[in-house]
């Protein structure tokens, strides 16, 4: 069973590594966002949802659990923002609103997820496989909320065909992610600290 702490405020992963300042927020706020828009094109879609499968979301949950607060919810905004300006880095390489319609409560989903993310692992929550795998599923669950009520009032469906359209089929898919990432996290925390420490 997955378990979340609360502890005393830590630095993420990347916020160890590299120390905030402007510059390194704005190159890691470009470089979240691409990484997201990269997996995004690893893409296919399965008849009659119309919510397809991605990558992109394990980039969230990746962006979201090291990059720190900051920097990960500039990501998820840039990335955001850019693709409904044109930048064509959403799933199947499309861009603009009217491609993302239905799909853009899971889009603003990433930025709560990045941020509910970033700040349970700087309370600690990204140094124990349980505590890891919690903090992805918290992630995959805050997108979940707020894409599949976004994804029912879109095609005027009731709350249940949101939920069976649009978070059932991909439950087995997301879990995979969550376990992998989680599983891995760990050791990278480990990792880091044990290189910051020899400094």
């Known amino acids: 069973m997955s378990t979340i702490a609360v502890s005393p405020q830590r630095r993420t992963v990347l916020d160890t590594l590299v120390k905030?300042?402007?510059l390194?927020?704005?190159t890691f706020?470009?470089?979240?966002a691409a990484f997201v828009g990269a997996l995004a094109q690893i893409s296919w879609t399965v008849h009659p949802f119309v919510v397809p499968f991605t990558g992109q979301?394990?980039?969230v949950l990746?962006?979201?659990a090291t990059f720190g607060l900051r920097r990960a919810i500039a990501s998820m905004s840039l990335y955001l923002v850019a693709g409904l300006a044109g930048v064509p880095w959403f799933a199947g390489q499309v861009s603009g609103y009217e491609h993302v319609k239905g799909l853009l409560g899971y889009l603003?989903?990433?930025?709560v997820a990045s941020a509910v993310m970033s700040w349970l692992a700087?309370?600690?929550?990204d140094r124990t496989i349980s505590s890891a795998i919690g903090l992805f599923v918290l992630g995959e669950l805050a997108v979940y909320a707020?894409?599949?009520p976004w994804l029912a009032h879109t095609y005027h469906q009731s709350l249940s065909w949101g939920i069976t359209n649009g978070l059932v089929p991909f439950l087995v898919w997301d879990i995979a992610k969550a376990v992998v990432a989680g599983t891995l996290l760990p050791g990278a925390r480990r990792l880091v600290d044990s290189n910051a420490s020899a400094q």
């Open 146 to 148: 707020i894409g599949v």
């Open 122 to 125: 700087a309370k600690g929550n």
């Open 62 to 64: 990746v962006v979201g």
């Open 29 to 32: 706020a470009l470089l979240g």
């Open 20 to 22: 905030p300042t402007l």
């Open 108 to 111: 603003i989903g990433f930025i």
């Open 57 to 59: 979301t394990l980039g």
């Open 24 to 26: 390194t927020d704005a």
